[in-house]
């Protein structure tokens, strides 16, 4: 199927007739740049749209993605700190997979758009797959109940289970709020956290400067530099682990291709704010890790239960600074927020708009502030659920690693498909693909590979992710998340049309924000 094609073309499948608008575009030459104003576009249903996030913005996007809470990057327990430089060379393959696919398909929707290029028949199964992994998992839960936990820290307070929870739940309203009604001010805190980050991560490498010049108030000092390798494990399981969690740490640098129908001059902008990102993110994590080492021992970096930053400041500056570091994380899970909840919105915007999920053209409006609001309220529902209705223990830890395991997945299968369209494909099938972008393919999509597998891999002593539950658990409900969408095909598209006589006949609806969508109507058969 040509770009052409897979934008008029008609396709039935079972029971369901559509006009398919996978791959529309505005002319035949590989998506050309818009012939409009330079911060207006028509996106991929005709619809003429605002452009409003820059290269500054694009960045930031991604980077208050991967930089959370610095709960990975400062809790550094890895055996070898070499993983961090294979994590950064991964992730610039990976950051490469999603510059190829958005040139494609500079329009918001992410990987929707990409699966479903991909796999165009069944008609809709792709796209009800991945609308269980993008509407039911609570992607920001974790980082909002983090903001609560060191925001009562930084206020001096026992972070208590319900008090925790309303804190939290303060966040990521606040978020869902923000970008909902003031879509320029929500970008606009979103950098200056970034820029926030920045200087905290500075101030992380400057503070081991100050160690490594004996400035301390523990003894004896570290001495890690005069032993690097001692106590290493070089087993298979921890090898496994330590990869596992870094390339878990650098996650995010695809945050801007769901928004990339509001980028300006999304092409340009995603191949300098990807790789940039992802720079900046390499030498700020190789530079922390040497902080860490400069100001703690691997015994408190390997043995606390506290953030690797927490130490090195109480080290370095005594225990009181401990409290100014919780403000920092705090600000930074707010960062973290703001940036998965600005995609997340707009994720089950475009499935809304794609007419397959319930109350379709509510969660696809624009509508009365020419921002996704029911998109985002959609997100912050589920979140707000998970929080309050999960104890803490297994069952939370459980929801919370199922959320990062389906996209492994989808990962390994966009990046193996850039190698297939290369090499199945014409010109005018699919844009130019070069040898080493099919290589960066070929890297992330076997780094993905190893990442849903190694889930099912016993994990070394003490790296138990739950109390009770079997270590693979997450695994199988990651699983078990597709397992829903294809269910809800199934039943929607196929047993309910063969059961009431009737199919399903797609069509074009412009909603009263001037946004084009679809909806289905029952014709009997």
Same mark, same amino acid.
Not at 58 to 82: E, H, M, S, W, Y
Not at 255 to 274: D, H, M, Q, W
Not at 411 to 437: C, D, E, H, K, M
């Given at each position: 199927?040509?770009?052409?094609?897979?934008?008029?073309?008609?396709?039935?499948?079972?029971?369901?007739?559509?006009?398919?608008?996978?791959?529309?575009?505005?002319?035949?030459?590989?998506?050309?740049?818009?012939?409009?104003?330079?911060?207006?576009?028509?996106?991929?249903?005709?619809?003429?749209?605002?452009?409003?996030?820059?290269?500054?913005?694009?960045?930031?996007?991604?980077?208050?993605?991967?930089?959370?809470?610095?709960?990975?990057?400062?809790?550094?327990?890895?055996?070898?700190?070499?993983?961090?430089?294979?994590?950064?060379?991964?992730?610039?393959?990976?950051?490469?997979?999603?510059?190829?696919?958005?040139?494609?398909?500079?329009?918001?929707?992410?990987?929707?758009?990409?699966?479903?290029?991909?796999?165009?028949?069944?008609?809709?199964?792709?796209?009800?797959?991945?609308?269980?992994?993008?509407?039911?998992?609570?992607?920001?839960?974790?980082?909002?109940?983090?903001?609560?936990?060191?925001?009562?820290?930084?206020?001096?307070?026992?972070?208590?289970?319900?008090?925790?929870?309303?804190?939290?739940?303060?966040?990521?309203?606040?978020?869902?709020?923000?970008?909902?009604?003031?879509?320029?001010?929500?970008?606009?805190?979103?950098?200056?956290?970034?820029?926030?980050?920045?200087?905290?991560?500075?101030?992380? &490498?400057?503070?081991? $400067? @100050? !160690?490594? *010049?004996?400035?301390?108030? +523990?003894?004896?000092?570290?001495?890690?530099?005069? /032993? =690097?390798?001692?106590?290493?494990?070089?087993?298979?399981?921890?090898?496994?682990?330590?990869?596992?969690?870094?390339?878990?740490?650098?996650?995010?640098?695809?945050?801007?291709?769901?928004?990339?129908?509001?980028?300006?001059?999304?092409?340009?902008?995603?191949?300098?704010?990807?790789?940039?990102?992802?720079?900046?993110?390499?030498?700020?994590?190789?530079?922390?890790?040497?902080?860490?080492?400069?100001?703690?021992?691997?015994?408190?970096?390997?043995?606390?239960?506290?953030?690797?930053?927490?130490?090195?400041?109480?080290?370095?500056?005594?225990?009181?600074?401990?409290? &100014?570091?919780?403000? $920092? @994380? !705090?600000? *930074?899970?707010?960062?973290? +927020?703001?940036?998965?909840?600005?995609?997340?919105? /707009? =994720?089950?915007?475009?499935?809304?708009?794609?007419?397959?999920?319930?109350?379709?053209?509510?969660?696809?409006?624009?509508?009365?502030?020419?921002?996704?609001?029911?998109?985002?309220?959609?997100?912050?529902?589920?979140?707000?659920?998970?929080?309050?209705?999960?104890?803490?223990?297994?069952?939370?830890?459980?929801?919370?690693?199922?959320?990062?395991?389906?996209?492994?997945?989808?990962?390994?299968?966009?990046?193996?498909?850039?190698?297939?369209?290369?090499?199945?494909?014409?010109?005018?099938?699919?844009?130019?693909?070069?040898?080493?972008?099919?290589?960066?393919?070929?890297?992330?999509?076997?780094?993905?590979?190893?990442?849903?597998?190694?889930?099912?891999?016993?994990?070394?002593?003490?790296?138990?992710?739950?109390?009770?539950?079997?270590?693979?658990?997450?695994?199988?409900?990651?699983?078990?998340?597709?397992?829903?969408?294809?269910?809800?095909?199934?039943?929607?598209?196929?047993?309910?049309?063969?059961?009431?006589?009737?199919?399903?006949?797609?069509?074009?609806?412009?909603?009263?924000?001037?946004?084009?969508?679809?909806?289905?109507?029952?014709?009997?058969?």
């Amino acid at each position: 199927m040509s770009l052409r094609a897979a934008g008029e073309s008609y396709d039935s499948y079972g029971s369901i007739v559509e006009r398919r608008p996978l791959l529309a575009t505005k002319n035949s030459d590989d998506l050309a740049e818009p012939t409009t104003a330079p911060d207006e576009d028509t996106n991929a249903e005709g619809t003429l749209q605002r452009r409003q996030i820059g290269l500054v913005s694009a960045v930031f996007i991604i980077f208050n993605r991967i930089i959370g809470t610095g709960q990975r990057i400062l809790k550094t327990d890895q055996p070898r700190r070499t993983m961090w430089l294979i994590g950064a060379i991964i992730s610039a393959a990976g950051t490469q997979v999603y510059i190829t696919w958005g040139t494609a398909f500079p329009w918001n929707g992410g990987e929707k758009n990409y699966l479903e290029y991909l796999f165009p028949k069944p008609s809709y199964l792709i796209t009800s797959m991945y609308a269980s992994n993008g509407v039911l998992l609570a992607w920001t839960a974790g980082n909002s109940l983090v903001f609560g936990e060191y925001m009562l820290k930084a206020l001096n307070l026992e972070p208590t289970r319900w008090g925790l929870r309303f804190v939290a739940l303060a966040c990521i309203t606040f978020a869902m709020l923000l970008h909902g009604t003031a879509l320029n001010w929500g970008l606009r805190l979103q950098n200056f956290l970034g820029i926030f980050k920045l200087l905290v991560l500075f101030i992380v &490498v400057g503070t081991g $400067f @100050v !160690a490594l *010049s004996g400035h301390l108030h +523990v003894e004896p000092p570290p001495r890690n530099f005069e /032993r =690097v390798f001692e106590g290493t494990k070089l087993d298979a399981s921890s090898l496994c682990v330590c990869l596992y969690n870094v390339l878990w740490s650098y996650v995010g640098f695809s945050n801007v291709n769901y928004a990339l129908s509001e980028v300006k001059n999304p092409k340009r902008t995603i191949r300098i704010a990807g790789p940039l990102a992802i720079g900046i993110v390499t030498v700020l994590y190789m530079l922390a890790n040497i902080a860490y080492l400069a100001g703690a021992s691997k015994e408190e970096i390997v043995g606390s239960g506290r953030l690797v930053a927490a130490l090195l400041f109480r080290n370095v500056y005594g225990p009181q600074a401990e409290r &100014v570091l919780s403000v $920092f @994380v !705090a600000m *930074s899970a707010l960062g973290n +927020v703001l940036a998965v909840i600005f995609a997340q919105g /707009r =994720v089950n915007q475009e499935l809304g708009r794609e007419g397959i999920i319930p109350f379709s053209k509510f969660w696809a409006s624009n509508r009365p502030f020419n921002a996704p609001l029911t998109g985002l309220w959609l997100h912050w529902l589920v979140c707000v659920i998970t929080m309050f209705a999960l104890h803490p223990g297994d069952a939370y830890n459980f929801v919370i690693n199922t959320i990062s395991y389906p996209l492994s997945v989808i990962n390994a299968v966009i990046s193996f498909g850039v190698i297939y369209l290369s090499r199945r494909s014409t010109p005018s099938q699919w844009p130019r693909v070069g040898p080493y972008a099919q290589l960066a393919a070929l890297s992330f999509g076997l780094a993905n590979v190893f990442l849903f597998v190694a889930p099912f891999v016993p994990p070394p002593p003490g790296g138990h992710p739950y109390e009770v539950l079997p270590y693979w658990t997450h695994a199988v409900g990651g699983w078990a998340i597709f397992g829903l969408g294809f269910a809800y095909w199934f039943v929607w598209a196929m047993l309910l049309p063969w059961w009431g006589r009737y199919r399903l006949v797609r069509m074009e609806v412009k909603g009263s924000d001037g946004l084009v969508g679809h909806s289905f109507s029952r014709i009997p058969s």
